[in-house]
């Protein structure tokens, strides 16, 4: 699972694995200065989504590079949920 803590700088997304005991930090540095709000991961494959104010970056694990950022048309992401097929990426905004 992951967790998300948004004043953390680049520690702000952690990455646990229960069978392994072990904690992760996949980011060495935020790009652009933005703070991490969501994370989550697609359900069959290895990306991480992760939301920043305006912004979701769309993550690769095992290559460890970024795929693609996608802009929201909002103020502030509030919300953020793959769908189980991982075809569909929501988010919502107050």
Do not use: M
């Not at 948004?6 to 200065?33: N, Y």
């Amino acid at each position: 699972f992951v967790t998300v803590s948004p004043k953390a700088g680049p520690a702000a997304v952690l990455v646990h694995r229960l069978s392994r005991a072990d904690t992760q930090q996949p980011f060495s540095k935020l790009r652009g200065g933005q703070e991490s709000q969501l994370a989550a991961f697609h359900p069959k494959l290895p990306f991480l989504f992760v939301a920043s104010p305006r912004h979701v970056r769309v993550y690769h694990l095992v290559k460890q590079t970024l795929v693609k950022r996608l802009q929201s048309n909002c103020r502030h992401i509030s919300s953020l949920d793959v769908h189980p097929t991982g075809d569909h990426l929501l988010i919502g905004s107050l």
